[in-house]
């Protein structure tokens, strides 16, 4: 490999810079690189969960500890990963590990009603005040799948609105790629943050319209924030409309007490919850005012029916009680997003410091890089850029001891300490310093695809 240097030592093009780092990368990973062969046999791409993939082979953890993460390899890592936000704990923080002992020294599988369903509901509508009755489920994807069927049951209506960008889970994707995998449901798709235009969909189809699907952040699609006036506007539309409005705080829910809803005084129909509720475990739930959620009431003649052999794992339930109750308070829930917020604005001061298209966007601890300088309002302003960009960044912070991921995506755990991420700061200084001038000259490539469906059309 000819690696092509100026004369301060830096690529001359992204092409050498990308082939140097990668080489570097595969050198240093062998046994990362074995496990993937390996798992390619028995799992498509050596894969069961499309995110952890990226190129050209994904490391392979093995332990963690703290904020640390050990490879195959031998190599540790600051994990800025947290896990896409379910790792808000850190690893093996010995409160949750003391709940799940306790879990298994007590059996685990019931079949029954226990104690700790409550206890967990408990908290949970404790901290969300438009949350009065809860039902849990095993993932995010599946709190909003039973979000969407609770609001057509409860309106006799069918159709779903939801936003160019939103991820609702795995089967409730609308990125820019069309998603041939996604619940047959009749989807309207709006533009994000548009208020004018949401509430002309709302009020034109208020007949068929079954509820609306936000997330507060677009988290996703790029940790982009719902400006309030948009989801306020939403609000308003829906009550004069009577569509219900449903906000997916999977992601946004630890950035402050009582959610982003709490931050911003807008209250939905129902809350979407996941990631951090349950401890770390498999989790999902969703929740709102006792005069829908009781329609799940078993006593009662009619009663939706929500079967899910997991839906009260204990190992969930006493995790998340205990994380809820002894660990992420009100008060360190607040600290935690003012440390995202420190982070931010570092990394925000290192684009003006180098001049360079960089620009981190998000709310609170959860954050994601971007190459561009314009202000970002929705994945449409989103500028296709080079993949190569993204994979340069991430293969140069592995090297340096950060783990972060393909997409720019991060979000802390309660174990990242003001060091971590002094020393992430210096090391993206570090790249910028090395490769900024790589980020402007790098070719745009021309988008993957067209939107599914234009705005405002229905799937
Ligand atoms: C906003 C949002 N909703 C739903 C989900 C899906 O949650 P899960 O991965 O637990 O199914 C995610 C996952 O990243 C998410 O970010």
């Known amino acids: 490999m000819a690696t092509k240097l100026d004369v301060s030592g830096r690529n001359l093009d992204l ?84 709940a799940l002992m306790a879990a298994l020294d007590d059996g685990m599988a019931y079949g029954s009603s226990s104690p700790y369903e ?58 820019r790629k069309s998603a041939p995998i996604n619940m047959p449901f009749p989807f309207l798709i709006a533009p994000y943050n548009d208020p004018e235009e949401a509430t002309r969909l709302i009020a034109e189809n208020a007949d068929r319209l079954a509820c609306v699907l936000a997330e507060p952040m677009q988290g996703a699609s790029g940790a982009i924030p719902g400006d309030v006036d ?39 129909d129902l809350t979407t919850l996941g990631k951090y509720i349950g401890g770390g475990i498999s989790c999902g739930a969703f929740g709102g005012p006792a005069e829908i959620m009781s329609r799940y009431d078993p006593s009662k003649p009619g009663a939706f029916v929500h079967h899910g052999t997991f839906n009260n794992n204990v190992l969930m339930l006493r995790a998340g009680a205990a994380g809820l109750e002894k660990v992420f308070t009100p008060e360190v829930q607040v600290a935690l997003s003012e440390s995202g917020i420190a982070l931010r604005d570092a990394l925000n001061g290192l684009a003006a410091k180098h001049g360079a298209p960089f620009q981190v966007t998000g709310l609170g601890s959860i954050m994601t890089i971007h190459f561009q300088s314009e202000p970002l309002r929705s994945i449409r302003d989103i500028q296709p850029r080079d993949e190569r960009l993204r994979q340069l960044l991430h293969l140069y912070l592995i090297d340096k001891g950060f783990f972060t991921t393909r997409r720019g995506y991060m979000a802390l755990s309660l174990l990242i300490t003001e060091a971590d991420c002094a020393g992430l700061t210096q090391a993206i200084d570090d790249f910028l310093a090395h490769h900024g001038h790589l980020l402007d000259t790098a070719p745009e490539e021309a988008p993957v695809d067209v939107w599914p469906a234009a705005a405002g059309a229905t799937t």
């Open 15 to 98: 092409e050498s810079a990308v082939d140097e780092v990668k080489a570097r990368y595969v050198s240093a990973n062998p046994a990362s690189r074995a496990q993937y062969e390996r798992a390619k046999q028995s799992l498509p791409g050596g894969n069961t969960r499309t995110g952890m993939f990226y190129t050209p082979f994904p490391l392979a953890i093995e332990k963690a500890a703290g904020a640390t993460l050990i490879d195959v390899d031998g190599h540790t890592y600051t994990d800025f990963v947290g896990d896409f936000s379910a790792g808000l704990y850190g690893h093996s923080h010995p409160v949750i590990r003391e």
């Open 230 to 268: 948009f989801l306020r506007a939403l609000r308003e539309a829906c009550t004069a409309h009577g569509v219900l409005l449903i906000f997916d705080e999977v992601m946004t829910s630890r950035v402050a007490p009582n959610g982003r809803q709490g931050q911003l005084g807008i209250t939905p």
């Open 118 to 175: 409550e206890r967990l509901a408990t908290l949970v509508c404790a901290r969300f005040s438009s949350i009065e009755q809860v039902r849990f489920t095993n993932s995010g994807t599946e709190a909003n799948t039973m979000a969407l069927v609770t609001a057509r049951a409860v309106s006799g209506k069918d159709l779903v609105m939801v936003f160019e960008g939103a991820y609702h889970g795995g089967t409730i994707y609308f990125g």
